[in-house]
């Protein structure tokens, strides 16, 4: 295995247990509500929008464009905020940081978390409780499929070449 200079394995590729891999990711989801937050208002500044409605497929286009900036860095870098606290890194197969390219792909696969559901309420024309019985439930049943995985991996780590490891805190 070739080691890039600087850099270093993470030793110990065990995934975190699903509840913490859980926990962490809807921490992430409340940290990302400033995220979002402040994108939209900067989109709807900048474009002059008056109604929610109005360029709404442009300010999601946006939206995604920001979501992919940010977590591209931090995964590129080890970690996001929230997996800083539940002490979990993302790297890839053989336990070296993730390149731009192979974060921006997780990105993009990660969406499987949200897509299929949303595809579904939209074609069937879904709306209210049921659409978020809907989209809840897949994500249970994408969380759950991990414990079908060798190394207990979520399905888009697996197609994206990365793992979800157990990291210690960093010494201060």
């Known amino acids: 295995m070739d080691i890039a200079p600087g850099t270093t394995p993470v030793m110990n590729l065990l995934a975190p247990g699903l509840w913490r891999r859980m926990a962490c990711w809807m921490y992430e989801g409340m940290l990302l509500f400033g995220v979002v937050f402040i994108t939209g208002y900067l989109f709807s500044t900048l474009s002059q929008t008056r109604h929610a409605l109005d360029n709404r497929h442009v300010q999601q286009a946006f939206l995604f464009l920001v979501l992919g900036i940010y977590f591209t860095w931090f995964w590129s870098k080890g970690q996001t905020l929230a997996m800083k606290t539940w002490n979990i890194r993302v790297v890839d197969a053989q336990g070296l940081p993730l390149s ?11 969406w499987l978390w ?10 069937l024309g879904i709306t209210g409780l049921e659409a978020v019985v809907l989209v809840l439930g897949w994500v249970l049943v994408w969380a759950l499929l991990s414990r079908f995985h060798a190394l207990g991996q979520f399905v888009h780590d697996a197609l994206a070449g990365t793992r979800l490891v157990s990291s210690e805190p960093l010494s201060r």
């Open 114 to 123: 949200f897509l299929p559901p949303l595809l579904l309420t939209g074609l």
């Open 100 to 110: 731009q390219s192979r974060a921006l792909a997780r990105y993009v696969l990660s």
